[in-house]
């Protein structure tokens, strides 16, 4: 398998405009997360999925920030409108379960820059 | 409220051990991992330890649990040059609902 992987790698993009992350899990993985990690904030868990139903979104910022997983192997994060200080390396992961020292495989993220 | 506490940098000389310190506050947590995350990549898991246990050896890698502190560590054995990385320390618990909170990375 491939592991997790996100797109864009890098994005650069003007205040107010709506900026659109993506991420396939690891095929057979139950659950997705998304993180967000910033020197100031260090790594938070934005939301997660299990079975493409939104379990836990209490750490999302703002009402601009939504999440999709529209089927199995595709999620989306989105932000409109899209602000300087979202700023950030945003980072996709995939579990086949939680605990029991089910691992988290990251993808590489995507490096958000908001002018 | 909850917190996860990293010193933000460690530097060693190449064969020294390499101890990396967290402490955490919140006593419900049941795992605590360590990732490793190189330049430009995701976090990669190292290792865990159940909130029962007070130790985990794996290679060069020793996890040890003061759970009364709510003091984790991570010691490197004989490190590397490829050792260097940001080391993250986690704590992940299911009270109510998945909770799961980093720390803010000791840069090695």
């Known amino acids: 398998d491939a592991g997790v992987i996100q797109s864009p790698r890098h994005e650069v993009t003007e205040m107010g405009q709506e900026v659109t992350l993506r991420c396939k899990p690891i095929?057979?993985?139950?659950?997705l997360f998304w993180y967000r990690q910033t020197m100031m904030r260090g790594l938070e868990l934005l939301i997660y999925f299990n079975n493409n139903v939104p379990i836990d979104d209490s750490g999302m910022p703002e009402d601009r920030f939504s999440a999709k997983m529209p089927n199995a192997s595709f999620s989306t994060l989105k932000i409109q409108p899209s602000e300087p200080r979202d700023s950030a390396v945003y980072f996709c992961?995939?579990?086949?379960?939680?605990?029991?020292?089910?691992?988290?495989?990251f993808g590489p993220g995507t490096r958000l820059t908001v002018l | 409220g909850e917190d996860v506490e990293q010193s933000l940098f460690l530097s060693v000389r190449e064969g020294d051990s390499s101890v990396i310190n967290c402490t955490y506050t919140?006593?419900?947590?049941?795992?605590l991992y360590w990732y490793k995350q190189e330049p430009g990549a995701g976090l990669q898991l190292l290792t865990y330890?159940?909130?029962?246990?007070d130790m985990k050896q794996d290679q060069r890698l020793t996890v040890l649990l003061n759970k009364k502190d709510k003091h984790l560590s991570l010691r490197i054995a004989d490190t590397q040059t490829g050792d260097s990385a940001i080391y993250f320390c986690?704590?992940?618990?299911?009270?109510?609902?998945?909770?799961?909170?980093f720390g803010a990375g000791t840069r090695l």
């Open positions: 095929s057979g993985h139950d659950y």
């Open positions: 992961a995939s579990s086949l379960g939680l605990g029991r020292g089910n691992e988290q495989f």
């Open positions: 986690a704590e992940w618990g299911y009270t109510g609902g998945f909770k799961t909170i």
């Open positions: 330890i159940f909130s029962n246990m």
């Open positions: 919140d006593s419900s947590s049941t795992y």
